[in-house]
Structure formats: structure tokens, C-alpha cells
């Protein structure tokens, strides 16, 4: 049949190379069909606010985030977000909730998380908005596995990708089940008084004791050393919630 859509497309495609091919296709049904890009981000969207309701975060910081919808998956749909990542995580800054606020939103079975240190003593080395955030394409540290958090910057910052900052590994670990499959190094932050310190997010092994009872902690790793089971999360972009 003349007007039959298969014919044409083989057409069309003929001569063409399968990688170009499947990007054409993916963004014309995007273009074509964009709720069925629209409708998975919001359902994210929606949820991450369920959890952050769940975890007892002030009302007023879920109201400026929700505020940011629209913004939040227009920029998602924008940058695209590469296979295996999260598309977008809300990020709560340190400098309005204390990290003993923000580890308790890190849940694990009954358990609260726990910080050994209190914001005073860390700081930044990667640029990042001045509050509460997103951050989008987020890879929560799988591809960085066995890397010294030194030799992942490097290799992240050389995929044009930003290391998290504490806040951030912070917020991963609230909106996912990442420390089920390994701890998170925050590379993007450091020890204020000691310089190869890095922060880390973990799960204790419940040895008997006040803060080693299965919960999720947040301490100090080193610079220049590497655990099989211990990785450098990244993401691609940020914006400002405002």
C-alpha cells in the first residue's frame, strides 16, 4: 500500500547507520508523543515529595520544591538523562537543615541516620547553588566502584560531570536504595581541618553500640583510598530551587 507508514520508514531509513536511526526515532516519538517522556518525570517528581513527606522534612521546603515542577522537568527533558541514572533528585541544603536533620531522612528498615561530624566541618570544592537544589542525570557512584575518590573526580569531572557534594550523597541516599548495593563517597566536599578527609554515607554492620547498630551513618573516608564496595556519585547539571 502506498500510504503504508513501514514501507516509508524503510525508506527512510535504508543507508542510514542504527545508532543515528534509533536517536531520530527516539526523539521524534519524543517530539510526537511527549507525555510519554512527561508522565514518568512527574510520576518521579510526585514521589520524591511523598518521600520527603514520609521523612519529616519541613513543609516549607516541600512547597518550594513543588513550585519547581514544571522548571524541574522541562530541564529534564532538556539534558536527557543517560541509561542507568536518575533523571532528577532534590537536594536540601546543609546550610538550613543540620546534618543531623538531613541523616535522619536517610531511612533504613526502623532505623534514623546518624552524622559522627556537624557542618562546621566541612567544605566545598565543586560550585553549587546557594540552597535548596536539583541535580539532574544522576549516577549514583556504581560506575566509580574501587576508585580512590582523587582518582574519580578526576575521571568524573573529564566526562563533564560533577562530583556530589556531602548535601547531595545525602539526598541520593534518601531518594533511593543506593547504599543497598554500595556506600557513597561525596567527593565534592572535604574535611575543613584535615584535607584528604571526604565524606561517605554507609551502612553500619549492627555491632552493638550507641551508633553501630544498622543504621545508616555518615563519616569520614579518605582521599586516596579505594573500596571495592565504596563509589564517587556524580551529576550532569543543577538548578536552584527559587
Known amino acids: 500500500?502506498?500510504?503504508?507508514p513501514v514501507t516509508k520508514f524503510v525508506a527512510l531509513f535504508q543507508g542510514r547507520g542504527l545508532t543515528n536511526v534509533q536517536s531520530a526515532v527516539a526523539e521524534?516519538?519524543?517530539?510526537a508523543y511527549p507525555e510519554t517522556v512527561t508522565d514518568p518525570l512527574s510520576k518521579l517528581f510526585d514521589a520524591q515529595m511523598?518521600?520527603?513527606?514520609?521523612?519529616?522534612?519541613?513543609q516549607s521546603i516541600i512547597a518550594v520544591f513543588r513550585a519547581m515542577k514544571p522548571k524541574v522537568i522541562a530541564k529534564a527533558m532538556e539534558i536527557g538523562t543517560t541509561?542507568?541514572?536518575?533523571?532528577?533528585?532534590?537536594?536540601i541544603s546543609r546550610t538550613e537543615v543540620d546534618l543531623k536533620g538531613l541523616m535522619e531522612m536517610v531511612r533504613y528498615r526502623d532505623q534514623k541516620g546518624y552524622s559522627f561530624f556537624n557542618r562546621s566541618n566541612v567544605i566545598d570544592v565543586v560550585d553549587v547553588p546557594k540552597g535548596h537544589h536539583f541535580m539532574f542525570d544522576v549516577e549514583n557512584g556504581r560506575r566509580m566502584l574501587g576508585k580512590t575518590p582523587k582518582e574519580?573526580?578526576?575521571?568524573?569531572?573529564?566526562?563533564?560531570?560533577?562530583?556530589?557534594?556531602?548535601?547531595?550523597?545525602?539526598?541520593l541516599c534518601v531518594h533511593s536504595n543506593v547504599l543497598l548495593e554500595h556506600f557513597v563517597d561525596c567527593t565534592g566536599s572535604r574535611g575543613k581541618h584535615v584535607e584528604n578527609d571526604?565524606?561517605?554515607v554507609y551502612l553500619s554492620d549492627g555491632c552493638p553500640g550507641r551508633h553501630c547498630d544498622g543504621r545508616p551513618v555518615l563519616h569520614w573516608s579518605c582521599l586516596v583510598c579505594a573500596r571495592d564496595g565504596q563509589g564517587s556519585a556524580s551529576c550532569r547539571s543543577?538548578?536552584?530551587a527559587s
Open 83 to 91: 541509561d542507568g541514572n536518575i533523571p532528577f533528585v532534590p537536594v
Open 238 to 240: 543543577r538548578l536552584l
Open 198 to 200: 571526604v565524606p561517605f
Open 50 to 58: 511523598e518521600t520527603l513527606l514520609a521523612c519529616d522534612c519541613p
Open 152 to 171: 574519580a573526580e578526576h575521571l568524573i569531572n573529564g566526562q563533564d560531570r560533577s562530583p556530589m557534594i556531602l548535601d547531595e550523597g545525602i539526598a
Open 1 to 4: 500500500m502506498p500510504d503504508d
Open 28 to 31: 521524534a516519538m519524543r517530539q
